[in-house]
């Protein structure tokens, strides 16, 4: 195929298990499709369309990695049961092809089992119209005020440990800070300079350490990484940085997924992340390794600035996030809402919601390290309190979750399944219900750390009966890269 000098959109591709289109068959994917029995009809689509460029969408791992770790995953989950990973391609294409008739024509293809316009990087940033005095950072104070981290920090573990891992997904960070020690690794992909100080506000809810202001990070001593969104090669990939996360975190760590998505082509709404097929399917694949997922449920629609319910997206014609639609597909990540910091707690007006939520915490007035507030520029000891929206929700949640793995690990040697840490961070028993209670708001809870540690946590966890544990004691690295960094 004929390259130009940039691609400006990309469609994902999935072609049926049983086609013979996947990366077993190398990497000439033209080739392939030219040895079909319908071979002249893809030959008239490639002369209609000669400046596409067609490619793997998972490229950061070799086709035996790949096959290693889905052959790892049914090993550890029994209920896991995917597609084939290795059939997923993207089509990219220049700005003169209008996307919708492309899909239709992609799509009409007998081997095409889906295809869907991959969503372009979003900026992450929530809106927020209220203005917070600096003192805030009460999310780290008791309940049902904030989720009392302070009380973690007095228990063993409670600060995070060197032992758990925790690798934020996003578009770029600051990290020439010694406040913030995220560290590189070899598949973290581009730190996009324009998003830097997103991913700064994150990493200081969760891993910052300063003394003079007793340690805003949730768990500063946490073994923090990062992995970009966008690849290598310069194009935003989700589903592929994900992936390639996978690969350095063991059974027990923490995955923040700080991205959200559009769905469709010249739509405002977005959506968690794993509205996409091939994000849910990594996802999925994370979560059957045992690695916790912590998912930003998204900032609602764009034009209205009001957020979106769950229950009602649809997907090819089906509530693929609605737990009571028999059409529900659950990733087994922990989703996570944004509320307001008073209290009773609100859902922050542009939040999604729906009954797939898990989890909600501060949506505003959240203080962080970094000039986030003036989003371009980049300075490193600044503090604000700009950081707003499900991106802060989602990464006090991922802080939460880190403390209570980080807890029973130092305490017990024992860590929680991701089946098992969403139902101890989703309990009405150990959080802190919104104004009007799940079944109106559809946020979930914010949890409580002190009711965690007292009532979880204080005992070897087989004998919290009410989570029901099964323990795994031998959790080991799902990938030989897990030793790198």
């Given amino acids: 195929m004929q390259n130009e000098e940039s691609f400006v959109s990309r469609i994902v591709v999935k072609f049926y298990d049983g086609a013979g289109i996947n990366y077993r068959n190398g990497n000439d994917i033209v080739e392939i499709l030219l040895r079909k029995d319908n071979a002249d009809?893809?030959?008239?689509?490639?002369?209609?369309?000669?400046?596409?460029?067609?490619?793997?969408?998972?490229?950061?791992?070799?086709?035996?990695g790949i096959i290693e770790l889905v052959k790892k995953a049914r090993a550890l989950d029994a209920t896991y049961n995917p597609p084939d990973l290795l059939s997923y391609y993207v089509f990219s294409f220049p700005a003169s092809i209008r996307p919708n008739g492309l899909l239709l024509k992609l799509s009409a293809f007998r081997e095409v089992e889906l295809a869907y316009l991959q969503s372009a990087a979003i900026d992450p940033h929530g809106v927020s119209n209220r203005q917070h005095p600096f003192y805030f950072r009460k999310h780290l104070d008791p309940a049902p005020i904030g989720i009392n981290a302070k009380y973690a920090w007095g228990i063993k573990g409670g600060r995070g440990s060197s032992g758990v891992r925790f690798i934020d997904i996003e578009q770029g960070w600051i990290l020439d800070n010694n406040m913030i020690n995220a560290k590189l690794l070899p598949l973290t992909g581009i730190n996009n300079p324009y998003f830097r100080n997103h991913g700064a506000a994150v990493l200081s809810v969760i891993m910052m350490k300063d003394?003079?202001?007793?340690?805003?990070?949730?768990?500063?001593?946490?073994?923090?990484?990062?992995i970009s969104q966008w690849r290598p090669g310069g194009e935003p990939n989700d589903s592929d940085a994900i992936l390639a996360a996978i690969t350095y975190l063991n059974f027990?760590?923490?995955?923040?997924?700080e991205t959200q998505s559009f769905y469709s082509n010249n739509n405002t709404k977005i959506w968690p992340a794993e509205v996409h097929d091939a994000t849910f399917q990594v996802i999925r694949l994370a979560t059957a390794l045992g690695i916790i997922v912590i998912e930003a449920a998204g900032n609602g629609d764009?034009?209205?600035?009001?957020?979106?319910?769950?229950?009602?997206?649809?997907?090819?014609?089906?509530?693929?996030?609605?737990?009571?639609?028999r059409?529900?597909?659950?990733?087994?990540?922990?989703?996570?809402?944004?509320?307001?910091?008073?209290?009773?707690?609100?859902?922050?007006?542009?939040?999604?919601?729906?009954?797939?939520?898990?989890?909600?915490?501060?949506?505003?007035?959240?203080?962080?390290?970094?000039?986030?507030?003036?989003?371009?520029?980049?300075?490193?000891?600044?503090?604000?309190?700009?950081?707003?929206?499900?991106?802060s929700a989602a990464a006090i949640i991922a802080g939460v979750a880190i403390a209570v793995q980080s807890i029973s690990e130092?305490?017990?040697?024992?860590?929680?399944?991701?089946?098992?840490?969403?139902?101890?961070?989703?309990?009405d028993q150990?959080?802190?219900?919104?104004?009007?209670?799940?079944?109106?708001?559809?946020?979930?809870?914010?949890?409580?750390?002190?009711?965690?540690?007292?009532?979880?946590?204080h005992v070897p966890p087989t004998y919290c009966e009410d989570v029901k544990l099964r323990i795994i004691r031998d959790y080991t690295a799902t990938s030989p890269a897990a030793a790198d960094g």
């Fill in 252 to 257: 027990g760590d923490i995955l923040l997924v």
């Fill in 302 to 325: 764009l034009y209205s600035i009001s957020g979106n319910d769950l229950d009602f997206f649809l997907s090819n014609k089906k509530r693929a996030l609605n737990p009571a639609s």
């Fill in 41 to 64: 009809q893809w030959k008239d689509f490639i002369g209609l369309y000669p400046h596409i460029q067609i490619d793997k969408l998972f490229t950061s791992l070799s086709t035996d």
């Fill in 211 to 226: 003394a003079r202001k007793k340690g805003m990070g949730i768990t500063p001593d946490v073994n923090g990484f990062v």
């Fill in 430 to 457: 150990y959080g802190t219900t919104s104004v009007n209670g799940r079944a109106r708001d559809k946020i979930g809870v914010m949890p409580d750390l002190k009711k965690i540690i007292d009532n979880c946590l």
């Fill in 327 to 391: 059409f529900f597909r659950d990733s087994g990540a922990i989703i996570v809402a944004a509320a307001s910091m008073d209290v009773p707690h609100s859902r922050i007006r542009y939040s999604n919601y729906g009954k797939r939520i898990n989890c909600y915490a501060w949506g505003e007035g959240v203080v962080t390290q970094g000039n986030y507030s003036a989003s371009p520029r980049t300075a490193i000891t600044t503090y604000a309190t700009g950081f707003t929206g499900t991106s």
């Fill in 410 to 427: 130092t305490k017990y040697n024992i860590r929680f399944s991701p089946s098992q840490m969403r139902h101890i961070l989703s309990s």
